[in-house]
T-cell receptor, first 115, second 110 residues
Framework: DAGVIQSPRHEVTEMGQEVTLRCKPI?????LFWYRQTMMRGLELLIY????????DSGMPEDRFSAKMPNASFSTLKIQPSEPRDSAVYFC?????????????FGPGTRLTVT | RKEVEQDPGPFNVPEGATVAFNCTYS??????FFWYRQDCRKEPKLLMS???SGNEDGRFTAQLNRASQYISLLIRDSKLSDSATYLC???????????FGRGTSLIVHP
């Protein structure tokens, strides 16, 4: 199994530009999570999808952030326009939410730097 | 008060030492508990689940104290390769959304 795949691994962009992060979850998993991690705030949940439907987006910072999951094998997180304070590592994680079964598998992350 | 609290450390211990971390949670409805490990500049990975009766996996022992609302992780015979950040994770019953602690940093030195 290839695990959770994220792209790009690194992104450096200028303030005001649009940034799109991509995630391919593990095949068969029905839940997908986007997280942001910084030294100051730790790991923050941005949005959670179940069966491609956004269930909880209360962690999305503001309207500049949007996420989609058009099908079970692909999700995007978009920031438009980007700001320096968006600089962080963005992780995508997937899991098979079934009964009491639970384990999240994280992708390698996208390290975003906004200058 | 944060939902899941951990001492950030770092815990600096010599090889072979025994070290323990605690994690407190505020949501009494929490039903599932886990320890994740995160290496520097890497993604978090599940280390072990925490069961009510306590559980062991090799040198690692996890325990749950529901009355005092904390979980613990004990590492025996520390190895250099154990150096990492250990994240405590709690999940409420009926929810698949986990709450992560900020992590405890462990440094094992020769």
């Amino acid at each position: 199994d290839a695990g959770v795949i994220q792209s790009p691994r690194h992104e450096v962009t200028e303030m005001g530009q649009e940034v799109t992060l991509r995630c391919k979850p593990i095949s068969g998993h029905n839940s997908l999570f986007w997280y942001r991690q910084t030294m100051m705030r730790g790991l923050e949940l941005l949005i959670y999808f179940n069966n491609n439907v956004p269930i909880d987006d209360s962690g999305m910072p503001e309207d500049r952030f949007s996420a989609k999951m058009p099908n079970a094998s692909f999700s995007t997180l978009k920031i438009q326009p980007s700001e320096p304070r968006d600089s962080a590592v963005y992780f995508c994680a997937s899991s098979l939410a079934l009964g009491s079964s639970y384990e999240q598998y994280f992708g390698p992350g996208t390290r975003l730097t906004v200058t | 008060r944060k939902e899941v609290e951990q001492d950030p450390g770092p815990f600096n211990v010599p090889e072979g030492a025994t070290v323990a971390f605690n994690c407190t949670y505020s949501n009494s409805a929490s039903q599932s508990f886990f320890w994740y490990r995160q290496d520097c500049r890497k993604e978090p990975k599940l280390l072990m689940s925490v069961y009510s009766s306590g559980n062991e996996d090799g040198r690692f022992t996890a325990q749950l104290n529901r009355a005092s609302q904390y979980i613990s992780l004990l590492i025996r015979d520390s190895k250099l390769s154990d150096s990492a950040t250990y994240l405590c994770v709690c999940r409420s019953g009926g929810s698949y959304i986990p709450t992560f602690g900020r992590g405890t940093s462990l440094i094992v030195h020769p």
